[in-house]
């Protein structure tokens, strides 16, 4: 069952808002704080917007199953309440699902994509379907030091415990049902083909040592996009933009202003 309805998000507003709009939707599991380091660098300049998806940080947890149409639905009405038209989109993993969604259904929106560590499926749709359960059986707590053991390089997480125990806590402020009902909606999506629908000027960007999306899973994507540009960070896992923030910051900046509307 699709619930079609929209949630008010959670979010906050850096910036001019007369400004470009860029919008950041992180992954599943995350807060909006995962992207601190892109938020400080990038508001000087532009209109900053940082969402919680619905079950994540400060968003409500309305009753799951959620589908990626709920997902970018929930996006579609926060903008409209903004009164933002369009915006430049940056998604990592779930988030970036949720951008691939936009950019093919609603490319009016979108005035250019850069999507991280993420896949057009999430497959197969199984193991996400026994995560889900898991989690509302056992609570996400049970999961949150194996969740975050992949969004990290092992040499990072060696040398920066206070980094992964930061995250632990990041993934256990999630609700369970928020986790569980978010991933039966990457169970339930299939983005491939609508990647050629994908307009957008659009930046891939791939960790090297990430185990959940792997660059040759990013590049498919990217091969799938007329317009996009691929780039792999090393050493870099699955939260690539906090490992690797000063270049990924760059990155963004470079298709931020090759891409001003």
């Known amino acids: 069952m699709e619930h079609a309805l929209t949630v008010t998000l959670h979010y906050e507003q850096h910036g001019d808002p007369s400004a470009p709009t860029v919008l950041f939707l992180g992954s599943l599991g995350s807060d909006l704080s995962m992207w601190q380091s892109q938020i400080d660098a990038l508001s000087s300049t532009w209109h900053v917007v940082a969402v919680d998806h619905r079950g994540h940080g400060s968003s409500p947890t309305p009753p799951g199953p959620y589908t990626m149409s709920a997902l970018g639905a929930d996006i579609l009405a926060l903008l409209d309440s903004l009164d933002v038209q369009s915006m430049h989109y940056v ?33 197969p749709a199984q193991p996400w379907l026994d995560r889900a359960r898991t989690v509302r059986a056992d609570g996400l707590g049970s999961i949150a ?20 125990s930061r995250h632990v806590a990041m993934v256990e402020g999630t609700t369970d049902e928020g986790y569980a009902a978010c991933c039966e909606a990457l169970a339930t999506w299939d983005g491939r083909d609508g990647l050629a629908r994908i307009t957008a000027p659009t930046l891939v960007i791939a960790g090297e040592e990430d185990p959940a999306t792997p660059p040759a899973v990013m590049q498919a994507l990217a091969d799938g996009i007329a317009t996009a540009e691929f780039h792999v960070v090393a050493p870099g896992a699955h939260l690539a933009n906090v490992e690797q923030a000063d270049t990924v910051t760059q990155l963004i900046t470079e298709h931020l202003k090759k891409n001003l509307s």
């Open 91 to 123: 998604g990592l993993s779930l988030g970036g699902a949720v951008g691939q969604w936009l950019a093919a259904n609603h490319p009016e929106r979108v005035d250019s994509l850069t999507l991280l560590c993420t896949s057009s499926a999430f497959l």
């Open 145 to 164: 030091a194996s969740i975050v053991s992949r969004w990290f390089s092992p040499g990072r997480a060696e040398s920066d415990p206070d980094l992964v």
